[in-house]
């Protein structure tokens, strides 16, 4: 049971979270994003690049962009086969260094598209600052999580 658990546990996260979408604190569901990164950068989930290039899918559904998640997705895949970024072997004990090298281009791509698309997109800059913290934050708990139950 404790094993089926494991496997069954980040697909579950990944989809709950997308689904609890909260305009302040989880908006268009982008805490998603932390089991995404985790499971395939620094605990490697069998079958996970699939379902998490389809959850990307979704969180462009839900923000109403074309491709920004799953392109960056594909993008940070392509990235890390080619230089290995995300597969480094002091990356200590949570990947926080990767982690911010994830979402890093990612809201910079996400304020670019404010401000290309938006008329008022200063007025962006605050929301983006605070849901990048939110995330740095939720991270520590989340991984904490799934390495425990995946019995890391």
Not at 57 to 86: H, K, P, Q, R, W
Request: hydrophobic letters at 60%; glycine letters at 6%; a positive charge.
């Amino acid at each position: 049971m404790k094993k089926a658990l494991a496997r069954v546990f980040p697909y579950f996260l990944t989809v709950a979270l997308w689904h609890l979408s909260a305009p302040r604190f989880n908006p268009f569901g982008i805490t998603s994003l932390i089991p995404i990164f985790y499971c395939q950068f620094c605990a490697r989930t069998k079958y996970w690049k699939w379902f998490a290039f389809f959850m990307c899918f979704l969180l462009d559904f839900n923000a109403g962009t074309v491709f920004l998640f799953s392109g960056y997705f594909l993008l940070a895949m392509a990235t890390n086969i080619l230089y290995g970024i995300f597969d480094q072997e002091a990356a200590g004990f949570f990947y926080i260094k990767q982690f911010n090298l994830f979402l890093g281009p990612l809201f910079l791509a996400l304020f670019m598209l404010y401000a290309l698309s938006m008329p008022s997109w200063w007025g962006q800059i605050p929301g983006l600052v605070w849901l990048y913290l939110w995330m740095m934050i939720l991270y520590l708990p989340m991984a904490t999580a799934m390495r425990r139950v995946q019995g890391r």
